[in-house]
């Protein structure tokens, strides 16, 4: 798994996002919504996490003429995902406020 991208502060809202429910499946304009960041922004994003494979998506079944909406493409943090994710927003912490390191998140 490679992190051949920037850890963004808006990366790392995302992350926050897909964290803070492990189980759970998110779509782009939740995950916007909750991050506080237009959803244009969000797309490149889960792209480079699910490119690195820190983020796995699927599409949901649905049927768009009965549910009168497009169908979501929803995303969730692989286990080596978490990890890592876990990781980086730790190193920033402990760039960012270093009188913090050992406090938990």
Known sequence: ???????TLQTQMVLRVLLSDLLGEHYGLEIAKEAGL??????????????AGWITSDWEDIDEAAEGRRRRRYY???????QKALEA?????RKMFPELSGVPA
């Open 76 to 82: 969730r943090l692989t286990s080596e995902g978490r």
């Open 38 to 51: 237009p959803s244009g922004s969000i797309y490149p994003i889960l792209a480079r996490l699910e490119t």
């Open 1 to 7: 798994m490679g992190s051949d991208f920037r850890m």
């Open 89 to 93: 927003l730790e190193s920033t912490k």
